[in-house]
């Protein structure tokens, strides 16, 4: 007995030299904080009838059996010796990271090496703007945080991998995406997907980039008569919707605050320039078109009714005038009445 307690240290050495046959699973073995792993060793219930082993983490000892079995005081009640070797390994913490080694004797030296990686889940996943307000041709951040073992970051747009245009850039290890000069085909949902060998978590946020107005235009007559009703219209593209106001020859129109301006035709200074201003309070910006209204007068022709009314006052004339002349047809040539029929 004495003899075989003086050889354990030599057995050991021998044992840490000898080339290892691979008992433990290739790594790594991905674990959560709080919960349970099982290093499983590869032996079966018939290879594994050892007479000593011994579990290390790093370069410490947590395990050994040699007729008694000794834990690291730290990792008492936390640490089970299972069957065929295997090491159970409770209640994880991110500091459980590292490499596991098992060192067994059979009737053989066995040994097996293995990693663990430790992680804590992905939680509270979120993407925030550096403004509530993006402005086309301004810029703006979206920072994507989230608690927990961060592993990845990926983004999406609109449900596909983003691609970076030349006014996006990522930075801090794809945490923060940031657009240089904001552009309203930017406009999207952003999806920023964590992730971990553990979990994963996907935090949306919808980017509705305020632009315009731009490309205001003006539909409506070109020319209009006296006593008729003008409408013309407005439209501009525009986030939000742009607010609308009108001008004729320079002069602001009350009363006319919509896309839509009616006008009753009354007189000849209501011809000319009618100016449609388009604006947005986001933006911050304006743009206007003019559109140019002739007006013409009317000038309806004479009716049946009309044309025997000047024929009989022609017939009066004529009979004050010609008197008893006898060829009165002579005297309504001189009328011009001949005209009139």
Request: charged share 15%.
């Amino acid at each position: 007995t004495v003899f075989l307690v003086s050889m354990i240290p030599t057995l050991w050495l021998l044992l840490c030299l000898a080339e290892g046959s691979g008992i433990l699973p290739d790594g790594p073995l991905n674990g959560t904080v709080g919960g349970t792993i099982v290093f499983t060793t590869t032996l079966t219930p018939a290879e594994s009838q050892f007479s000593s082993i011994e579990w290390k983490f790093g370069q410490k000892r947590i395990f050994f059996g040699y007729g008694t079995n000794t834990t690291a005081p730290e990792y008492e009640d936390r640490i089970t010796l299972m069957s065929a070797g295997s090491l159970e390994l409770r209640n994880l913490s991110l500091t459980d990271s590292g490499q596991y080694t098992v060192n067994m004797v059979t009737n053989a030296f066995l040994n097996g090496t293995t990693r663990l990686d430790v992680y804590e889940r992905i939680s509270g996943t979120s993407v925030t703007p550096s403004t509530n307000l993006p402005i086309e041709g301004n810029s703006v951040n979206l920072t994507c945080e989230a608690a927990g073992s961060v592993f990845s970051r990926m983004w999406m747009k609109d449900g596909s991998a983003l691609n970076l245009s030349d006014n996006m850039n990522l930075y801090e290890q794809n945490s923060v995406l940031s657009f240089n000069t904001l552009d309203k085909r930017d406009s999207g949902e952003y999806s920023c997907r964590v992730s971990n060998p553990i979990s994963a978590e996907v935090a949306q946020y919808t980017l509705a980039v305020n632009y315009g107005p731009e490309n205001v235009q003006i539909k409506g007559p070109a020319e209009i008569q006296f006593g008729q009703t003008l409408t013309l219209s407005c439209s501009a593209e525009s986030r939000p919707s742009a607010s609308y106001k009108w001008a004729l020859n320079g002069t602001l129109i009350e009363g006319q605050n919509s896309s839509l301006l009616t006008k009753a035709i009354r007189y000849l200074s209501d011809s000319g320039n009618y100016i449609c201003h388009a604006v947005n309070f986001v933006t911050d910006r304006s743009s206007a078109a003019t559109h140019r209204l002739s007006i013409t007068e009317k000038t309806p022709g004479c009716t049946a009714g009309c044309i025997v009314g000047i024929v009989l006052a022609c017939l009066v004339i004529l009979g004050g005038v010609c008197g008893g002349a006898v060829n009165k047809s002579v005297c309504m040539n001189v009328c011009m009445c001949k005209e009139l029929r």
